[in-house]
């Protein structure tokens, strides 16, 4: 029996529920038999419309855990000798060979790599491996379609566990910021997002918007709040142009 709904916060030791063939428990949670307890202060996610849907205890705060197929974006911290060394915002170290970040042959004897990646640069990766036997746990590869050095934009800093409810359910929360105000927002799973919008303004308008889901991410009807503070945006966006005209 499943004893949370969805979006409900629960404490550490708050029974979540038993084992069952119509869900699945996944997340912060310890067990004791058959039976699934908060192992911290968690909201409460229930994904898929079909049996066994999936429950997901999410913590409300926490650093990002490392996948294999995360998105993360990164920045570079150290040129190596055959790559970089990347902060991906989670304890575990990151490297970007340089085979995985150009098609070309680099030949890392004589080449400067400070022309390929610089310190400082931002990059849009993909965790390609993780094993925590290595001395840089954390592989990563900009070498796929639309994954590379990002030069334009805002990064929005936040926390990984709430980056679940700013995408939203089947991206529904990242696409309305694409739909309304043709902003591009690409979410890396590690809490850093990257806004694009056709000006600054708008640009600003979104990252202060995606910190207003962090901080209210626990609370119901969280995407229709998101869409009127849209509307009214655009309305008074809209107002002040035709003033101006």
Not at 62 to 70: I, L, S
Not at 107 to 131: E, H, M, Q
Request: hydrophobic residues 40%.
């Amino acid at each position: 029996m499943l004893n949370v709904t969805d979006r409900m916060i629960v404490l550490p030791g708050d029974l979540i529920g038993g084992r069952s063939n119509d869900y699945v428990i996944v997340g912060s949670v310890y067990w004791e038999g058959d039976k699934a307890y908060a192992a911290t202060v968690a909201t409460i996610n229930i994904k898929g419309d079909v049996k066994p849907m999936e429950v997901q205890v999410i913590p409300l705060n926490g650093t990002y855990k490392p996948r294999q197929g995360d998105a993360v974006i990164g920045y570079v911290v150290d040129i190596l000798v055959n790559g970089w060394e990347v902060d991906i915002k989670s304890p575990y170290s990151a490297y970007l060979p340089v085979n995985e970040a150009t098609l070309k042959p680099v030949d890392v004897v004589t080449a400067d790599l400070r022309n390929i990646l610089n310190i400082g640069d931002v990059v849009l990766a993909k965790i390609s491996d993780f094993n925590l036997a290595k001395d840089y746990p954390v592989t990563l590869t900009i070498k796929e379609s639309r994954l590379g050095r990002i030069e334009d934009g805002t990064i929005v800093e936040i926390d990984p566990v709430k980056v679940p409810r700013v995408i939203g359910k089947k991206g529904s929360m990242v696409n309305m910021f694409k739909d309304e105000l043709n902003c591009d927002v690409t979410v890396g799973q590690n809490g850093r997002i990257w806004v694009r919008c056709r000006n600054r303004r708008d640009e600003v308008f979104v990252s202060q918007t995606i910190k207003f889901i962090e901080r209210e991410s626990h609370q119901s009807g969280l995407m229709d709040r998101v869409k009127a503070i849209i509307q009214s945006y655009k309305s008074a966006t809209t107002g002040a142009a035709a003033q101006s005209q």
